[in-house]
């Protein structure tokens, strides 16, 4: 696919904001960074690469003040001198601030209310007018910020009506309306779509112009590539490179980001067992949200066979994933059509059926749908399999350490031990536990939705050698994505989901006709 970001401009000249320079970090033994060195300028936009686990969020969290002077070890510079921040108020007081990946606003409250949440103005007057806010004040100085940096938003709309590109833009509107000068983006386009994203860049692109210095978090290379002016790359806690993007390329990239060459990310397709038995078989299946509803689904026909990946592409809204959870038995009221799982009729009233059918969903939301984020990897690993380690109704804590162990070893899970909680994992990490737990059920249809979103470029490729391996153990897998060369690399067959309905690719399957048939311009029909 083209890269939505305009190629970086390398601003040699410009002064520098902040730097760091040897920064150590330790938790309770552990080293998280041992001698990082990293600086940004005005006007420069400095892309922070790794894997997860590499350092960037311990990183981040030292520049934005999480973790206070004294907490760490090494120099933090801020315009020259020395940094004190001692929590994150001084370092927003300071012009730095951080946008990350699940925004925290307040879908009831308006564009302008988020921007001022926190600071609200009051109207002027005495007691009790003094404590009302004055709601017109921050509805004129919203739309002066957004209209200054070419933010096409609404102040009055309410955030919950507004899109994850849109709420993206909202937050940025926040920290721009509070003057900051260095902004730290999370992994800003890992839910946006193509046009969002295209709307993110050209606004971090007018922000470089205006002398912004933008910390750009991401697993997404080319977007790194195309819009950065300097990369720095963390591995293992450790600074192992900085560079000008132009001096970079995008296979050298990964090579720093993880130790070694990769080669090609896709394992090669082996001949799959396309005359594998049909484990999953939906017939003009239409789907509603509720009862009483209008279809949101509509005459979904398809097969999975055993041994065997079928990849669904679609753009946001499309029904992917409604489509996804309605077959776990999470979601909608099913107006009509049939689906059978493994040859037999399959409508579960909710997901336990399913799991219980060999049916598994790994969700698209980790934190909020796969994992119980205080409890240890290995209670997260046996969350939906907990029945087969119970003896006398306990749980058999020797057999479910080894069971999660083996799983662990196979998935290559990056943790201190079973029992550390999966809320300080990396993102990769995590994921990797949500796929031990639905591999500890033993299912026979596997359904992902968005499996690598937000992990880097090490695991994507043992996420993909997964599942190559369990396509020839005869798995029968259906697969999500928005990422195009992830369904392109995998699948066996290509279907695309446009507005409720379904389309197959046929032969055709290059990134144009994908897209041309998510934009609803070919016929769907039935596989």
Known sequence: MRAVFATGRANSNAREILSLKNV??????????????????????????????AGKTTLIKILSGVYPHGDFEGEYLLDGKSAH??????????????IYQELPLVGQLSVAANMFLGHEPRKSGPWPVSL????????????????????????????????AGQKQLVEIARALRNETRVLILDEPTAALTERESEALGALLR?????????????????EVMALSDRITVLRD????????????????LVKHMVGRDVGDLFPAKKPT???????????????????????????ISFSVRAGEIVGIYGLLGAGRSELLLHLFGAWGH?????????????????????????????????????L???????????????GKFLRRGFVDTRLETHAVRKMASELRVRAASLLQPVATLSGGNQQKVVLGKALLCGPKVLLLDEPTRGVDVGAKQETYALLDRLRQNGMGVLLVSSELPELLGLSDRLLVLSDGTLTDCGKDATPERLLQLALGLGQAVHT
Do not use: W
């Open 24 to 53: 150590k970090k330790r938790f309770s033994g552990v080293v998280a960074l041992q001698g990082v060195d990293f600086s940004l300028q005005a006007g420069e936009i400095h892309a922070l690469c790794g894997e997860n686990g």
């Open 85 to 98: 921040f001692s929590g994150v108020q001084d370092s927003l007081a300071s012009g730095l601030s951080v």
């Open 132 to 163: 009302l806010l004055d709601e017109s004040r921050m509805q004129r100085e919203a739309k002066q910020v957004l209209s200054r940096f070419g933010i096409a938003l609404d102040p009055s709309r309410l955030v919950q009506t507004l899109g």
């Open 206 to 222: 007018e922000l470089r112009q205006k002398g912004q210095g933008i910390v750009y978090i991401s697993h997404r290379l080319e």
């Open 237 to 252: 806690g450790k600074t192992v490179y900085c560079d000008r993007t132009k001096h970079t390329t995008q296979e050298s």
């Open 273 to 299: 067992h396309a005359s594998g038995e049909t484990v999953l078989q939906t017939s003009r299946l239409t789907v509603a949200h509720r009862v009483g509803g209008a279809p949101r689904l509509s005459d």
């Open 334 to 370: 099913r107006l009509s059509g049939t689906v059978k799982l493994l040859g037999r009729p399959h409508a579960p009233k909710g997901p336990p059926e399913s799991i219980a059918a060999g049916l598994l969903l790994v969700t698209e939301d980790r934190r909020r749908y796969g």
């Open 372 to 386: 119980l984020l205080s409890e240890s990897v290995r209670s997260n690993m046996t969350l939906s399999s907990l």
